[in-house]
Structures are given as structure tokens and as C-alpha cells.
């Protein structure tokens, strides 16, 4: 097969691939992405959010792109040559723009807790697995099925919880501290081929990873906490980071490279006013 432009996926031909794309931030990014700057959808997921995935899957086709919702658990690397393969069969080399890895699947709790919570090496191992090494085991296999389409994009998401101490998450936030290490390293090893790997770094915003960790009253809380830290007075939305992502997918963006990409609005400025001078 030639390798020209067209072949390698350019325009029209380029697809997303967006780990964790049935729900929250990875469905707010497909819907962006496949609008602007208008790219097809290759979504995995585990299947718990189906309603949400038909969705994700409509709202792609009616903006003109070509969608597949693939479910598996996306945290093996034989998940991921798996997975990059049923993409290269619909997508043809060379396809993918755009690489996200918007996976919540971590276990919440204490290292030394003597109780139900405790992080024990299964969720240890569990966590980082789907958190951090699978963004490894997708790239690898990516560029091992020659996948990536020229100035490609890699994304992984990162919270603000490495600045401050945030009770039950310690396991989140060392396998965050990985994935960090990960986009540095992949940065390094993939720049010299024109491709571009970054951490993009939000704050809270609501999807159903929050609704599974807190109580109703306790997200009520966590809306009223986060309009009084943020300097625009209100949360972060999951259309705001998503559109963010389509514009780190152009040309303009394309200096962006091993970074940690600042996105929460100055979320943590003000914790220590907030406790200082309550
Ligand atoms: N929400 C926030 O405030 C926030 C802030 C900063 C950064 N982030 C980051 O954004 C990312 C997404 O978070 P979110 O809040 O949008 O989560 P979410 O709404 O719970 O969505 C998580 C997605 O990942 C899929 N998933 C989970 N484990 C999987 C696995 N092993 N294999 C395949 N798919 C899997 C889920 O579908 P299934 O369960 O059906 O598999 C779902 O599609 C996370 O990396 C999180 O750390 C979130």
C-alpha cells in the first residue's frame, strides 16, 4: 500500500481514539472532536453506560463521521493490540489523529486501613493497570500497527489532586504521577516523528466518576466548595475541556509537547485563603 496522504489518513479519513469514551469527559470529548475538527470515533468502554454510548455513537453520525463504540477492558496490552486492531480494520493505517486516554477505574480508600477500604496490591495493581501502564500498552500497540496518522495527538487527563492532599486518593494520584512520567517519556521517544504526547490537567467538573463517589448532599458540597475556589466563581464543564481538546488537535497547538497543560481555571490559587481566611 503507498503511503501518500490520503492513504495515511488525513482529513476526512482521520479518526479519534478515545479509551473511556461512553461517559463524562471521554463522551464530551468524542461529540466535540467528531464536530471540530471533525474526526471519526473509535470509542472503548466496558459497557455499564450503554445509554450514553448510543448517544456518543448518534450524535458522531449526525455530524457526518463514521463511529465504532467497542467494549472491552481496556487496561490489558492485549486489550489494546486487540483493540487497535478492529480500529485498523475500519480505519486503515496510519488513521489515528488523535489518542485519548479518559479512563476513571480506580480504587478510592487507605494504604493502611485495616478495613473494607484498604488499597491492597490487587487494587494497587488494578489501579495503575487501567489509570496509567494502559496508556503505555495503547501506544505501543499504535505505533506497532503503524497507526498513528501524521502530527498525531496523545492525551492523557490529569486532576489537580498532586497539589494538595485529598483524603481515600492516594492511589489515584500516584497512578496520575505515573501516567505524568509516561507522557514525558512517550513524549521524548515520539517527538522526533512529529507526534505530540501531553497531560491535560482540569479540574472537577460533574460526570458519573463523581456520582459514584459522592452522595448527592455531598456534591451539592462540592458545587458550592468548588464556586467559592475557582476565580470564575463556578465549576469547570466537561463541554469546556472537551472543545479545549479539539483545539490542542490543530495546527497552533503543535509546540505542546511532554507538557502538563494547565486547564483548571487557578482551582487550587486560593486553598490556602480559603483556609487562612474562611
Ligand atoms: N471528573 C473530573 O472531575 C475529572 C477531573 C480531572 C481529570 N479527570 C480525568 O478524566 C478521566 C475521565 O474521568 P470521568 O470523570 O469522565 O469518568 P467517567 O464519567 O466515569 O467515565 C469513565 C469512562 O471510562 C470507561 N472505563 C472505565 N474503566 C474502563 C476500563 N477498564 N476499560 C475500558 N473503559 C473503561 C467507562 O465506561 P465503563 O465503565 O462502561 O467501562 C467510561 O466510559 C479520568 O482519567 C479522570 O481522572 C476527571
Not at 143 to 151: I, R, T, Y
Request: glycine share 10%.
Amino acid at each position: 500500500m503507498s503511503d501518500s496522504g490520503e492513504q495515511r489518513g488525513t482529513g476526512e479519513r482521520q479518526w479519534a481514539l478515545i479509551l473511556g469514551a461512553s461517559s463524562g469527559t471521554g463522551a464530551a470529548i468524542a461529540h466535540a472532536v467528531a464536530n471540530k475538527p471533525g474526526l471519526n470515533v473509535f470509542g472503548v468502554h466496558r459497557g455499564r453506560y450503554l445509554d450514553s454510548a448510543a448517544q456518543v455513537e448518534r450524535q458522531a453520525k449526525d455530524a457526518g463521521r463514521r463511529v465504532l463504540m467497542w467494549q472491552a477492558d481496556a487496561s490489558t496490552p492485549e486489550a489494546a493490540e486487540a483493540g487497535v486492531r478492529a480500529l485498523r480494520e475500519v480505519a486503515g493505517p496510519g488513521a489515528v489523529k488523535l489518542f485519548v486516554h479518559s479512563i476513571a477505574g480506580a480504587s478510592v480508600g487507605r494504604f493502611l486501613s485495616e478495613g473494607e477500604d484498604r488499597l491492597h496490591a490487587k487494587r494497587v495493581r488494578r489501579t495503575f493497570d487501567t489509570m496509567a501502564h494502559s496508556f503505555v500498552y495503547w501506544t505501543q500497540a499504535l505505533v506497532a500497527s503503524d497507526m498513528l496518522a501524521p502530527e498525531a495527538r496523545l492525551l492523557g487527563l490529569q486532576n489537580t489532586l498532586k497539589e494538595t492532599h485529598l483524603t481515600n486518593t492516594g492511589l489515584i494520584s500516584a497512578s496520575k504521577a505515573a501516567l505524568e512520567m509516561y507522557v514525558r517519556y512517550l513524549a521524548m521517544e515520539l517527538g522526533g516523528l512529529g507526534h505530540r504526547v501531553n497531560l491535560l490537567k482540569f479540574g472537577t467538573v460533574m460526570t458519573p466518576a463523581l456520582k459514584h463517589v459522592y452522595t448527592p448532599e455531598a456534591l451539592e458540597r462540592l458545587e458550592e466548595a468548588h464556586a467559592r475556589m475557582n476565580p470564575a466563581g463556578r465549576m469547570c464543564t466537561v463541554e469546556e475541556v472537551a472543545r479545549f481538546v479539539g483545539v490542542l488537535c490543530g495546527e497552533e497547538a503543535g509546540w505542546f509537547n511532554g507538557a502538563t497543560i494547565d486547564y483548571t481555571g487557578g482551582m487550587t490559587l486560593r486553598l490556602l485563603d480559603l483556609v487562612l481566611n474562611p
